[in-house]
């Protein structure tokens, strides 16, 4: 049986279009995923919609729809935007399916069943817009003074609150736990600062606990508490919930063995204290393992602000996808900053990222290779042992022997940008190779093996750096490879073949027919 990989998304708060923000976190899990799906491996892709709360239901109200209409059309704007941006998912949870609904209510019946919640008043400040409750401790005594606090994430007002609730408790051993987990499982949060910023977290006192239910009279829209019926679970228990529920519990205990725990939450640092704290903790209440790695990306900015629709600076990846295509903006936000850094997006530096490595290194190296193959060989890929070699060629022998590993390596720390420095590099080198070998003048002597074994030499390349572009660019890759003239597409489900397995084997057949077709990445200016 093949390794299995289970990754997964947030659940995206459907109260407003998405942006660029949700649009990174759906490419780099699709990267992942497809890359593993590429390796053999066996992927299960899960994302989907966070659809209750209290913020759902006021927004529902002022758009005067019931909050189920006003749901059924907000995630509208998120399944079209996968598809535009190539995410090939295996499953959309939505937290208002039934599917969702049972298995929210058996985990907090089986928390209740086991004396693990308490009930109790809750006195406290509480965020709407990030669904997040503040207590005391977290305001800095100035705050405290003020009648107006304002939220430590979002820096908006937030309102004061006394009411009834069913408590997990979080302080104590629990916390001793957690801290543990973190100092002896290093790879549990990534990057480094990220588990830096929850290890210095859990070592001041947490609060003693986590409130799981909000009152029905307050918060109408959400699951039913079980054991309750003057409580519903509380938004963010209901949506972490989803990464078990999607996977079967807790009744099909054979298909939640098979993919519990997964291997990568991918979340933004925004909502890093719920997937690092809160999650682990539920988990633990609940018996189940903790999930492998929590992998906390940073924010895109347009100038120094946080990219939202509230502030109205948001990025339509819809449009930037209109203007220059959808592999301009996977390959720009994947090559253009390193993992878990923020990011400033401006058109200037895609276009300049799109014409120095797509146009230039990519869609050059494809267009001139299959150009000449046209001109010199009527469209046939000569065959192998016709081919006269050159020490020349070893560098990029070299270059394509070392492609798996390095981007296994880069793969493995989540360094989506040394992934393709390595494919780009071997591209450009083979841009280099056609200047100095000059097939051109080779052709004019009639000096044919060699003439076949210059075009042998990038027609290789081209074979192992498509393979490898396709979880980053697949919609390009996939039109390279079929330019290459295979008629199997690129990736396909039961291939079990680990990525250095296929670029062994999947070779060229004699006489294999290539289709040029239009040049890939013809280079922009800046509109
Ligand atoms: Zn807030």
Known sequence: MANRFYITTPLYYVNAPPHLGHAYTEIVSDCLARYHRLNGEEVWFLTGSDEHGQKIARAAESARLTPQAFVDQMIQPFQTLWRTLHVRYDDFIRTTESRHIRSVQAALQRLFDAHQLVKSIYTGWYCVP???????????????????????????????????GYDLRLGGEAQQWLLHHLDTHPEFIVPETRRNEVRSLLERPLPEVLCVTRPVRRVGWGIPAPFDAHHVVYVWVDALLNYISAVGFPDDQQRLAHWWPADVHVIGKDILRHHAIYWPMLLHALGLELPHTILAHGWWTVGDVKMSKSRGNAVDPQAVVAEYGVDALRYFVLREVPFGHDGVFTEEALVKRFNADLANDVGNLHFRTLTMVEKYTSGRIPSAHQCERSPADEVLARLRQALPQTLERAMARYDFVAALEAILVAMNRANKFIEEQAPWTVAAASHTARLH???????????????????????????????????????????????????????????????????????RELT
Not at 131 to 153: G, I, R
Not at 513 to 521: A, D, E, H, N, Y
Request: glycine fraction near 4%.
């Open 130 to 164: 990030c669904e997040t409750y503040w207590t005391s401790t977290d305001f800095s005594a100035e705050q405290l003074a003020q009648s107006v606090k304002t939220c430590a994430n979002c820096q908006r007002p937030v309102e004061a609150l006394e009411e009834e």
């Open 453 to 523: 074994g210059i075009l042998w030499q990038l027609l290789e390349t081209l074979r192992v750096t498509t393979l490898t572009l396709w979880p980053f660019i697949p919609h390009a890759a996939e039109r390279m490879w079929q330019a290459l003239g295979w008629a199997e597409p690129l990736w396909q489900a039961t291939d079990q073949r680990t990525l250095a397995q296929r670029i062994e084997t999947a070779m060229f057949h004699d006489g294999q027919r290539i289709q040029k077709g239009q040049p890939l990445f013809p280079r």
